[in-house]
Structure formats: C-alpha cells, structure tokens
C-alpha cells in the first residue's frame, strides 16, 4: 500500500496562472480531505470530498478554489488566478470511513505563487 | 463550528524529562481525538488517537487522555528523545472533517 500520494510535490506559478493538485488515496479509502497549511501554522480544512460528491466544503474560499473527486483517477484540487497569498502547503488525507478513524496525510504539495 | 485551542506554542525539555501538551475543544458532539506529529517539511504522521468511549490510552512512552466533561485531552510523552522534537498537534472530529490546534514546537535538548 503506497499510502497517500500527492503530485506534484512543489509547484511554482506565477500570479494570474492555475495551480492543479492531485491526491490519490490509500487502496481501500473513498474519502479524500484538503487542508491547507501556512508557513509555521496550522493545518485548515478547506474540503471534504466523497467520490463524485463534495461532502463539506466549509472550509473552501468561494472564488477561485475548486476540488473534484471523480469516479476515477485521484482527486483535484484547482486554484485558479492564483495570487501569492495562496502560496502554502497543500495537504490532502484519506480515510476508510468518515473521520472518526484513522486518517492519513499525504506528503503535501508546496505551492509557491511567484 | 469546532474550536480547538492547544498549549503551550512551544515546549522545551531536558532529554529525559516528560512533556505534556493540552488541547480543548468546543463540540460535545466530538468523538474522536488524534495527535499528530510533524517534523519540518513533512507529512503529518498519526502517533496515538483516542475515542469519546475511553478514558486513557497508552502506547510505550506516549499516552493521552481524554475528560469529557472538561472537554479536554492531553499528550503525555515520557523519557524524551531528541528524535521526539518536532511539531505537535492535536485534532477533534465529531463528523465531517478534522479541526486541528494550532500546534505545539517541542524541542528536546540533549
């Protein structure tokens, strides 16, 4: 089991550009969360994902930030005219269930909006 | 929605000595409580988590515990090493999705 994988694990996009994130679960896991993570704070949901649903996307800016979990391939996280406030680590999880168990992070991708 | 406040910012301890890290959360509707510990540039990792239905938990040198009616849990690390230094954090999940602290820098001096 190769565990939560994220690609790319950095991303440099200049203001104005799309930045597209990818998050494949654990084998067995079809509940896919998004945190993001600021320099030296906290990690903050932004997005909770079933296949083919958003299931909690309280946490998600209303503009320019979207996330999809389609029937097949892993899921996406899209930030779109990108600005450098957004630059962050990009944490995705998965768990088997919802999240009263085990969840377990991928290594994160860092953008950085130059 | 869920609040969850961790102390202290930061923690220093001699090698050896045991650290303890606190976090209350605001939903009695929480069930679920994990730590997590990340080392810089990395993952987080789960190292220990708890359910509403139990008290205490212990696994070798780490344990939490939970007191539900304060509201509150804690991390206990005993015998420090200095591979234990790293950032902490706790979590609450009553459902959807995982609130975290804001996390605790431990440095273990050797």
């Known amino acids: 089991n190769a565990g939560v994988m994220q690609n790319p694990r950095h991303l440099v996009r200049r203001r104005g550009q799309e930045a597209r994130l990818r998050c494949s679960p654990m084998k067995g896991h079809s509940h896919v969360y998004w945190y993001r993570q600021l320099p030296e704070e906290g990690l903050k949901f932004m997005v909770y994902?079933?296949?083919?649903?958003?299931?909690?996307e309280s946490g998600m800016p209303k503009e320019r930030f979207s996330a999809e979990f389609p029937k097949e391939g892993p899921s996406i996280l899209r930030i779109q005219q990108v600005v450098r406030g957004d630059s962050a680590a990009y944490f995705c999880?998965?768990?088997?269930?919802?999240?009263?168990?085990?969840?377990?992070f991928g290594q994160g991708t860092r953008l950085t909006v130059v | 929605g869920e609040n969850v406040e961790q102390h202290p910012s930061t923690l220093s301890v001699q090698e050896g000595d045991s650290a303890v890290i606190k976090c209350t959360y605001s939903?009695?509707?929480?069930?679920?409580f994990p730590w997590y510990k990340q080392e810089l540039g990395k993952r987080p990792q789960l190292i220990i988590d708890?359910?509403?239905?139990?008290g205490e938990k212990k696994d070798q040198r780490i344990a939490v515990t939970l007191n539900k009616t304060a509201k509150h849990f804690s991390l206990h690390i005993t015998e420090t090493q200095p591979e234990d230094s790293a950032v902490y954090f706790c979590a609450s999940s009553g459902g959807n999705k995982l609130v975290f602290g804001a996390g605790t820098i431990l440095r273990v001096k050797s």
């Open positions: 999880a998965s768990s088997r269930q919802v999240m009263n168990t085990e969840a377990f």
């Open positions: 994902l079933q296949k083919e649903n958003i299931i909690d």
């Open positions: 708890i359910r509403s239905n139990v």
């Open positions: 939903d009695s509707a929480s069930n679920y």
